[in-house]
């Protein structure tokens, strides 16, 4: 899971992986408690090509394209992908919203 082993790199000892089902949507949430996003930057992560000051000094990185890209395959699922930080616990949270599917007849 890609998107695991980047939070896994921000984070500090942890990253929480929590999946819900409320019979009309999914939610996956993705936690890790490294440093913070600040909450102007909540929105700025998810454009193109972007890298925060922090991911730039890494040796490995990656070219800022994988959270756009995963917000346009949430979109295209009708669903939605965001980041906070006011979470509980110290650290950046990811959070993806899905409809569930349904299927007549199916349980």
Known sequence: MAR?????RHARTAVVLDVT?????RTITIH??????PPDEYE???????????AR?????GSGLGLAIARDIA???????????DHPHPGTTFI??????YAPGIQ
């Open 4 to 8: 695991a082993r980047i939070a896994h």
């Open 21 to 25: 089902d409320d019979g009309g949507t």
């Open 32 to 37: 890790n408690d490294g440093t913070p996003l």
């Open 44 to 54: 700025h992560v998810f454009e193109r090509f972007i890298r925060l000051d922090e």
């Open 57 to 61: 000094t890494r040796d490995a990185g």
């Open 75 to 85: 979109e295209r699922h009708h669903g939605t992908l965001t980041a906070r930080s």
């Open 96 to 101: 993806l919203i899905l409809p569930t599917p």
